[in-house]
């Protein structure tokens, strides 16, 4: 690699041009004898002042999200009754159950299908998937609505270029995030996409009688995330059962801890719990 290929991959990495840096050869690239002795060249690329000093107004415009969130008057004004908090706990402990019901009945006619195919005994095979992902087929789409006016004014807030696509059905409300800033807006490991949620959710439940589940998502980021989580349940299950040793997981939504739960439930061999308080609530795979 010359220097002109390292100034390039540099550049790349720090998106800025050959016009924003400052660069110093450290060391010149050198072929070597037939190979022998090669080396790659090696170059320091230092943003300029000026660039370096729009690089941190930029960064620290998106690191005051939480500052911006917290100003909101939805944010400082919205109270969430007990009654709603109830109907929230009911909620997801019935979703729960019917993931379990609808997983038996999947396995059930799985190991049916194989026996008939094979005409013999059932081989080892992998864990089955479950998913929670929403059923959206009976969701309609609407050009108004309250969710929409606080997104858009997040958004705005934070200087982010999305697009809304809101759809309604009985108490469930959701949002499909689109345009060049969708990266942002999802958040390290869903993080900003989740906390926006959570205020949606306030937003829209502040008036409401019935609880209203709010959900948002950005460029199939939940289904993409479940099946990571699905993934590293199994994965996990299966290093427990091999070392007997427990293993705590990093702290989770009540979402993901779900999926997890959802995932080992029917597992022979090892079991879940959950452990601590939100947001620092984890889930612990240990041997039954």
């Known amino acids: 690699?010359?220097?002109?290929?390292?100034?390039?991959?540099?550049?790349k990495e720090l998106k800025l041009t050959?016009?924003?840096?400052?660069?110093?050869?450290?060391?010149?690239s050198s072929s070597g004898f037939l190979g022998i002795g090669s080396?790659?060249?090696?170059?320091?690329?230092t943003a300029k002042e000026d660039v370096a000093d729009n690089s941190r107004k930029e960064k620290a415009k998106f690191d005051d999200i939480d500052r911006i969130l917290a100003d909101l008057p939805e944010n400082r004004e919205i109270e969430v009754p007990?009654?709603?908090?109830?109907?929230?706990?009911?909620?997801?402990?019935?979703e729960l159950e019917d993931a379990r019901a609808s997983e038996s009945a999947r396995a059930a006619e799985r190991k049916n299908r194989k026996d008939r195919k094979r005409g013999k005994s059932r081989r080892r095979q992998s864990r089955p998937q479950v998913s929670l992902m929403f059923d959206l087929s009976d969701l309609e789409p609407v050009e108004e609505h309250p969710v929409k006016d606080f997104l858009q004014e997040v958004t705005k807030e934070m200087g982010?270029?999305?697009?809304?696509?809101?759809?309604?059905?009985?108490?469930?409300?959701?949002?499909?995030?689109?345009?060049?800033?969708t990266g942002t807006i999802i958040g390290k490991r869903g993080q900003t996409l989740d906390s926006i949620q959570y205020l949606a959710g306030l937003v829209v439940n502040k008036d409401s009688e019935e609880y209203i589940r709010v959900v948002l998502d950005a460029e199939n980021y939940r289904a993409k995330?479940?099946?990571?989580?699905?993934d590293l349940a199994n994965r996990l299950a299966g290093k427990v059962e091999r070392t007997?040793?427990?293993?705590t997981l990093e702290p989770m939504n009540p979402y993901?801890?779900?999926?997890?739960?959802?995932?080992?439930?029917?597992?022979?061999?090892?079991?879940?719990?959950?452990?601590?308080?939100?947001?620092?609530?984890?889930?612990?795979?240990e041997l039954k």
């Not at 982010?160 to 800033?181: A, E, P, R, T």
């Not at 007997?244 to 293993?247: A, F, L, V």
């Open 160 to 181: 982010l270029d999305l697009d809304f696509q809101v759809k309604v059905g009985k108490n469930f409300v959701h949002v499909d995030i689109s345009g060049k800033d």
């Open 256 to 285: 993901e801890r779900k999926v997890i739960h959802a995932t080992l439930q029917n597992h022979p061999r090892v079991k879940t719990r959950s452990e601590g308080k939100d947001p620092y609530r984890r889930v612990i795979i």
């Open 82 to 94: 007990d009654e709603i908090r109830e109907d929230y706990d009911r909620f997801e402990q019935e």
């Open 18 to 28: 050959r016009e924003d840096v400052d660069v110093e050869v450290l060391e010149e």
């Open 1 to 11: 690699m010359d220097v002109d290929t390292a100034v390039d991959l540099a550049l």
């Open 244 to 247: 007997e040793r427990s293993i």
């Open 225 to 230: 995330r479940e099946q990571t989580l699905i």
């Open 39 to 45: 080396k790659l060249a090696r170059v320091r690329v």
